[in-house]
């Protein structure tokens, strides 16, 4: 996964630059957290304890970031049906995903490198 990471001095605001495919994995981390180090500590302890067949899920404000298998998908709540209990993809948005950017999926290492890196970049 490629990543640029920038800092703009002007309005002394940190951000990061992922691919088009990535926009809902970058607006994850930009809008759910706050933009300095520490406020992603508790996210990577758990991604960390994860194997290779652990479940995982995380209930943002506007996104939740689910592992399955090492597997990461990252899915705005609009994109998810409310009467069920767990929240499965509606299909009729399914065919829409790619265009939406409010869908990700990522490999969990990936993931992990990319916030242990941001992590490093961001202020304590």
């Known amino acids: 996964m490629e990543f640029d990471f920038i800092y703009n001095t002007d309005a ?35 991604l960390q304890q994860l194997d290779a067949q652990s479940q995982y899920q995380w209930d943002g404000k ?33 065919l829409e995903l790619d265009q939406s950017q409010l869908y990700a999926e990522c490999g969990l290492e990936d993931l992990l490198h990319l916030v242990r890196q941001w992590q490093q970049f961001l202020p304590a």
Do not use: G, N, W
């Open 12 to 46: 002394k605001r940190y951000s990061l630059k992922l691919s088009s495919e990535q926009l809902a994995l970058q607006c994850f981390l930009l809008d759910e957290f706050e933009p300095k180090a520490s406020a992603y500590q508790l996210l990577l302890t758990q």
């Open 62 to 94: 506007e996104y939740r970031l689910t592992v399955q298998a090492s597997e990461v998908v990252i899915c705005h709540y609009a994109l998810l049906q409310d009467e069920s209990p767990h929240m499965e993809l509606d299909p009729e948005q399914d």
